[in-house]
């Protein structure tokens, strides 16, 4: 509500819902490792795959998780192969142990794939269906002229989307000092704020759709007595009050 101009973050808040794990990859070309690494997925772990396949006939992506639980989570994100001129060529993946999704582009819930906060249009699972052994995510080069694969490897999150997740919001704002007013009103179906309305960085105004209007004003920040101050109006006339703070 208050500074009026301000940066607004929105965000999930980090719940882990058992998407922890630890993720081994290799990315092999004709049987020569290109790249290899391992991390934890999480909630904000990825790992960017860029290699030169140029000359290779196949390509292999190798998955292997460890202390996972029960939801899965692993996919590369928008998987793409080009020629040594940029061009995309189409990418086709053969699978072994690898668990199929809900759908194409889809993550294993059915909601959209995202990794790193980032959503993904074009994925493909790599989650191991036995996690006792490796996955792979196979592509057959033979004839392609393919000179280079990329893709992001990591976990998604959240797994069926976020409906269900709670919201972080931050507010910046820059100057020499800095005051802040929100409010945050929690209900199921039926709010009770028509509109709300910060008219100073201390006076906050509230109406509900019942025809009430709540004044809220704060003081004594500034030489550390801070009071608050509630009105409830109706018909421009107050029908409730009360005061809280250091000397009231």
Known sequence: LWPKKATLMVGN??????????????????GKVLKEGQFAPWILGSEVIDVDVKGFQTLE???????????????????????????????DFETENIAPSAGANRDYAGGEVVLFGTPYASSIAAEPADRKQAGRLKVNLAGKNAARFTAVLGGDYPVG???????????????????FLSAVEIHEAHPVIQSIEAVSADEVVVRRFDGKTERIRISGLEDGTPAVELTVEQNGEVIASEQAGNGI
């Open 13 to 30: 808040y980090p719940e882990s819902h058992n998407v922890a794990r630890q993720l081994f990859y290799k990315v092999i070309g004709d």
């Open 61 to 91: 992506i190798e998955t292997r998780v460890e202390k996972a639980r029960d939801l899965q989570t692993i996919f590369l994100g928008r998987p793409k192969l080009r020629d040594a001129a940029g061009r995309e060529i189409a990418v």
């Open 161 to 179: 989307g976020d409906d269900i997740h709670r919201r972080i919001i931050a507010a910046r704002s820059t100057g020499t000092e800095a005051r």
